[in-house]
């Protein structure tokens, strides 16, 4: 007890003394000169820029458009002051994670901005550069929700974060079957990142990263769309190395491969939202979304995805996506990349937090509805199979064994199978490594962003991997102990070791 009390009061007064040493620190770029911040994080030196843009503004005419990258010669940047970050991109607020009295959880459609966090600015040391691809879902993400200056400092990498385009404003498209000249293009969300990523090879060599050395990773949907990047052949020059946490192609409603479906949301958006009456023409439509509030497109988003599960999911679009992901990947129509891939222990913990009464178990038919729900891309037959493999047939009217099958169910479906079947595609080329984990540690404090009653639930390795029980922002709620720092310092060292060396 006593150990544990005096590393929380050590934590504390560290993470005052950071705040108060950071300094001013200037970096030329091919865009002019950008303001960041320098100082020492648990004895090792670290700089940071935050909001650095890598794109036009998303507003007025480039609204519902791909990202327009920023031109080195229009002179947006002269003397950029990075010091603070800009706010994340339309979601539900407050936003996880994040300090509610900074811009960090504001929201805007003015977002297209990215983070860097580095232990050298010295172009000739040629760090490895981990990117982060942030998106707990298709409606929620932000690239300053994590801290990385812990992780920078000691994994000796530069970690870039970043901001792109969520729900109706990054996911919507008009899915005219003829692929290409869109008017609302598929994927913007994908487009965002790939135009950082584009950013990133230019760029990162004036903060000491090395832009033939990037590992990108993710958890959840970022996870998923950080392997995207791997199977679509115009990122190819942007990744190296793949970090997969909670998340990858093969699970369930991430990705649409009906371009029919597409267009059906789009139909349902436009209606919810008024702009279907006298605009009889996809233009029409297209104008009309353009000119409405950002407040009245968010609310359209809000009816619709509590109505309808996972609403928005990147789309095969013929384009970027050039076919589902399982069929590039058993093709071998993919980039060979290094691969760490795994899931926590209760994953579906979140999910099943969801369902009504679940404290006292479920019913059997929630259970039942549940497959249909998850499965429904499924065959009738297949969902029968399912049902009767999950199902504990001793106590098919137990709330609480129904319960359990059900986390079991989800687990296995959502994480465990398709991490194996990841790691068994990308493990066949022997030029590459591949590494499998089960994150199963629960801090030795209770957590106030993780419930005792979840366990080791989703997105719970994240605050590990950025390095908080070691050294966290003053606003972040947990209280650490030294167990806990060990396992962070542990985890850091493992991804640091492969953003390193693969």
């Given at each position: 007890?006593?150990?544990?009390?005096?590393?929380?009061?050590?934590?504390?007064?560290?993470?005052?003394?950071?705040?108060?040493?950071?300094?001013?620190v200037?970096?030329?770029t091919?865009?002019?000169?950008?303001?960041?911040?320098?100082?020492?994080?648990?004895?090792?030196?670290?700089?940071?820029?935050?909001?650095?843009?890598?794109?036009?503004?998303?507003?007025?005419?480039?609204?519902?458009?791909?990202?327009?990258?920023?031109?080195?010669?229009?002179?947006?940047?002269?003397?950029?002051?990075?010091?603070l970050?800009?706010?994340?991109?339309?979601?539900?607020?407050?936003?996880?994670?994040?300090?509610?009295?900074?811009?960090?959880?504001?929201?805007?459609?003015?977002?297209?901005?990215?983070?860097?966090?580095?232990?050298?600015?010295?172009?000739?040391?040629?760090?490895?550069?981990?990117?982060?691809?942030?998106?707990?879902?298709?409606?929620?993400g932000?690239?300053?929700?994590?801290?990385?200056?812990?992780?920078?400092?000691?994994?000796?990498?530069?970690?870039?974060?970043?901001?792109?385009?969520?729900?109706?404003?990054?996911?919507?498209?008009?899915?005219?079957?003829?692929?290409?000249?869109?008017?609302?293009?598929?994927?913007?969300?994908?487009?965002?990142?790939?135009?950082?990523?584009?950013?990133?090879?230019?760029?990162?060599?004036?903060?000491?990263?090395?832009?033939?050395?990037?590992?990108v990773?993710?958890?959840?949907?970022?996870?998923?769309?950080?392997?995207?990047?791997?199977?679509?052949?115009s990122?190819?020059?942007?990744?190296?190395?793949?970090?997969?946490?909670?998340?990858?192609?093969?699970?369930?409603?991430?990705?649409?491969?009906?371009?029919?479906?597409?267009?059906?949301?789009?139909?349902?958006?436009?209606?919810?939202?008024?702009c279907?009456?006298?605009?009889?023409?996809?233009?029409?439509?297209?104008?009309?979304?353009?000119?409405?509030?950002t407040?009245?497109?968010?609310?359209?988003?809000?009816?619709?995805?509590?109505?309808?599960?996972?609403?928005?999911?990147?789309?095969?679009?013929?384009?970027?996506?050039r076919?589902?992901?399982?069929?590039?990947?058993?093709?071998?129509?993919?980039?060979?990349?290094?691969?760490?891939?795994g899931?926590?222990?209760?994953?579906?913990?979140?999910l099943?937090?969801?369902?009504?009464?679940?404290?006292?178990?479920?019913?059997?038919?929630?259970?039942?509805?549940?497959?249909?729900?998850?499965?429904?891309?499924?065959?009738?037959?297949?969902?029968r199979?399912?049902?009767?493999?999950?199902?504990?047939?001793?106590?098919?009217?137990?709330?609480?064994?129904?319960?359990?099958?059900?986390?079991?169910?989800?687990?296995?479906?959502?994480?465990?199978?398709p991490?194996?079947?990841?790691?068994?595609?990308?493990?066949?080329?022997?030029?590459?490594?591949?590494?499998?984990?089960?994150?199963?540690?629960?801090?030795?404090?209770?957590?106030?962003?993780?419930?005792?009653?979840?366990g080791?639930?989703?997105?719970?390795?994240?605050?590990?991997?950025?390095?908080?029980?070691?050294?966290?922002?003053?606003?972040?709620?947990?209280?650490?102990?030294?167990?806990?720092?060990?396992?962070?310092?542990?985890?850091?060292?493992?991804?640091?070791?492969?953003?390193?060396?693969?």
């Amino acid at each position: 007890m006593k150990l544990t009390s005096f590393f929380i009061l050590f934590s504390i007064v560290i993470n005052s003394l950071i705040t108060q040493s950071f300094s001013s620190v200037i970096v030329t770029t091919n865009y002019g000169d950008v303001i960041g911040r320098s100082g020492i994080i648990n004895g090792k030196q670290v700089s940071f820029f935050l909001g650095l843009p890598y794109a036009i503004p998303p507003l007025g005419k480039y609204r519902f458009q791909a990202p327009q990258p920023i031109p080195q010669s229009s002179g947006r940047i002269r003397r950029y002051d990075a010091r603070l970050y800009k706010p994340s991109c339309i979601q539900p607020t407050p936003i996880p994670w994040t300090n509610p009295t900074t811009a960090q959880a504001n929201i805007h459609e003015d977002c297209l901005y990215l983070n860097v966090f580095t232990p050298s600015l010295n172009k000739t040391d040629k760090l490895p550069v981990f990117v982060w691809i942030d998106g707990t879902s298709s409606t929620e993400g932000s690239g300053s929700r994590w801290m990385a200056t812990t992780l920078a400092s000691q994994a000796n990498v530069v970690v870039v974060t970043f901001n792109y385009r969520l729900g109706v404003f990054g996911f919507l498209t008009t899915a005219e079957l003829k692929s290409h000249g869109r008017q609302i293009p598929a994927n913007i969300a994908l487009l965002d990142q790939q135009v950082a990523l584009r950013w990133v090879q230019d760029n990162i060599d004036h903060f000491g990263g090395n832009p033939r050395a990037v590992t990108v990773g993710g958890d959840g949907l970022g996870a998923t769309a950080a392997q995207l990047h791997t199977l679509i052949p115009s990122s190819y020059n942007y990744i190296h190395n793949l970090i997969l946490q909670s998340g990858n192609v093969r699970m369930v409603h991430t990705i649409e491969s009906n371009i029919h479906k597409a267009r059906s949301i789009f139909r349902l958006f436009v209606a919810e939202v008024g702009c279907l009456g006298q605009n009889h023409t996809v233009t029409q439509q297209v104008n009309c979304l353009q000119r409405l509030s950002t407040r009245k497109l968010f609310q359209g988003q809000k009816v619709l995805t509590q109505q309808y599960w996972r609403f928005f999911k990147y789309v095969v679009d013929g384009v970027l996506i050039r076919d589902h992901p399982r069929i590039l990947l058993d093709q071998g129509n993919f980039k060979k990349v290094n691969l760490i891939v795994g899931y926590n222990l209760n994953d579906s913990a979140k999910l099943i937090q969801q369902l009504p009464h679940q404290n006292q178990g479920i019913h059997r038919d929630i259970f039942l509805l549940l497959i249909d729900t998850l499965f429904d891309e499924f065959n009738h037959a297949i969902r029968r199979a399912i049902i009767h493999e999950y199902t504990n047939w001793q106590n098919v009217s137990s709330p609480i064994f129904n319960l359990r099958q059900a986390d079991k169910l989800i687990t296995d479906s959502l994480y465990a199978a398709p991490t194996e079947y990841i790691a068994n595609i990308y493990s066949r080329d022997s030029s590459t490594s591949t590494f499998v984990y089960l994150y199963s540690y629960r801090g030795s404090n209770p957590d106030p962003y993780y419930p005792s009653q979840l366990g080791v639930s989703n997105t719970m390795e994240i605050p590990y991997v950025f390095g908080y029980p070691v050294a966290k922002p003053n606003y972040y709620a947990t209280a650490y102990t030294m167990t806990d720092r060990q396992v962070s310092l542990e985890v850091m060292s493992l991804w640091g070791n492969f953003i390193h060396h693969g």
